[in-house]
């Protein structure tokens, strides 16, 4: 190796540095533009195309479940999901599920899956966007045909009137007042029943959801299993998250989308692990059975799916990864 030149290596760096001196004094002092920070996010929409369908997805918000627990996944302690959200450079000090809502325009029909929580502020201060989102999206509520239900949860249907508080109907108006509901007759049935009102575990549950569902059930028409009840939207039944749980396959000019709803809440800490059961669930190992086999369907297919409480905008596959899956966010479009 040659002997290296300390002499020429410094001679090197004082001419550097003196040029670059000399570069500074001759350089105006130029002032700088201060701004005001705009302290917005930009619009929560993100549309694409699916054959002959155009496809947008709406942000409801974030949904807050605050500091991780053990009361969020069944026998899944607080230190596991510390690990497992710091293993996957996510925050520990707040754990945040997104709510991404799908409209699918047919050129018949706009058709929108699911409402969000409306004006209720139990899951923290960031939800209810929805109505912004459609307006950025330039979507008008009142072109909304069809309002298509994955289940009767708040964070799900509770959007359906446009008042926090539906018990002087009609005053408080509908949100989407030309829609048509569409639904599986088993959560109508669950989430309304008036003796439920009596379990405290329920009881805000189900009040808040008889207030949108009640009165608007001369409008609410039932779904069953594989019934491809608006044209290229198709059925599936997926219960246990509740006991009507229901994802959508649709289908364009040899294109495929399913809306998968609550089949799984998380993309790491339950797609990484799909045998877990979530403590909000009607039937835990029920709804893990149907997630293993929409899962199975998702990635046999290479079916791209959106899934309501993944990162936004919640569009991806799902693949197997071992015995297990892994979630494939779709890389963003910029354009059409």
Known sequence: MAKLDRSYLSRRQMLAGGAAGITCAALPQVALAKAPMAN??????YRFKLGAF?????????LH??????????GV???????ELTDNFLPTENVLLDQNALVINTGDRVVLFDTGVGNAKAFGPDSGRLAAGLKAAGIDPKSIDAVVLTHAHPDHC????????????????????????????????????????SNPQLTDFIAGTRKQLLPNRERIVFIRDG??????IQAMSAPGHTVGHTVYII??????LCNAGDIAHHHTMVVENPRREFIYDTDGKQGVASRLRVFDMLASGRIPAVTYHFPWPGLGHI??????????PTPLRTVL
């Open 40 to 45: 917005t996010q930009a619009p929560a929409f």
């Open 54 to 62: 155009e496809a947008t997805i709406v942000s409801d918000g974030p």
């Open 65 to 74: 479940l605050g500091e991780p627990n053990g009361n969020v996944f069944v």
């Open 77 to 83: 302690s607080k230190e596991q999901m510390v690990k």
């Open 158 to 197: 509770w959007g359906l009137l446009t008042g926090s508080d539906a018990s002087n109907f009609p005053e408080n108006a509908r949100t989407f007042p030309n829609a048509q509901i569409y639904m599986a007759q088993a959560d109508l049935e669950f989430w309304t029943d008036e003796a439920k009102l």
């Open 227 to 232: 019934q491809e009840f608006l044209p290229g």
């Open 251 to 256: 289908t364009s000019q040899g294109k495929t």
């Open 319 to 328: 693949g197997r990864q071992g015995d297990s899956f892994r979630y494939y």
